[in-house]
């Protein structure tokens, strides 16, 4: 069995919390991972949520790669629910667009993080902008998620945020986003032809 075989039979084992790395090699297959319906998005190297798949570039489980791969690897229209904590390094209509690809119609997504946190700030003074509203998102913002209340967050640096700074961007997807011609589904870790 090859890598690329290797990787992608633990596309069926996410619950067992393995590390799925995207390169280049599994890249230029155009290959599709099913399953995945809820993502932790820059949850660093372990998600905080159980029954969520850890998707950061720095990830020792779930998938280790860059945002910018995700929706090349992840089924469109595919998930339920994806969460982003303290975002960094990357602005909230990016990620508003990854999602787009990645969410199902009436998925959610939820970004978490403080005023102080440039991406997040960023996010939520565009939160009605036209070019969210054109990516097929409704928007609310709030105070932090009842379900993050007991959550530990913490800063690039490891300091710990208190939850009583941490608010809510909620977005979600009205339209669905057609399934590129070009992609192959992975299905029970088997490689297509």
Do not use: W
């Not at 995207?22 to 297959?29: A, G, P, R, S, V």
């Not at 928007?139 to 490891?158: I, P, V």
């Amino acid at each position: 069995m090859n890598n690329v075989q290797k990787i992608l039979k633990l596309s069926d084992e996410f619950k067992n919390k393995k590390l799925i790395i995207i390169d280049e090699n599994f890249l230029n297959k155009k290959l599709i991972i099913n399953g995945v319906s809820k993502i932790d998005l820059m949850g660093g190297k372990k998600s905080i949520f159980d029954d969520f798949v850890n998707v950061d570039k720095i990830a020792e489980e779930g998938i280790k790669t860059h945002l910018e791969y995700l929706d090349k690897v992840i089924k469109n229209n595919s998930c339920k629910e994806i969460m982003v904590n303290n975002p960094y390094g990357v602005d909230g209509i990016t990620i508003l667009e990854i999602a787009k690809h990645l969410l199902a119609q009436n998925g959610k997504i939820m970004i978490s993080g403080t005023l102080n946190n440039k991406y997040f700030n960023g996010l939520m003074k565009k939160s009605h902008e036209k070019k969210i509203l054109d990516l097929g998102f409704y928007t609310k913002k709030a105070h932090l998620d009842n379900a993050l209340k007991n959550k530990e967050f913490r800063q690039t640096s490891g300091k710990i945020v208190p939850n009583d700074k941490m608010m809510t961007f909620y977005a979600i997807k009205n339209k669905t986003t057609p399934i590129a011609k070009n992609q192959k589904e992975v299905k029970n870790g088997k490689i297509p032809e």
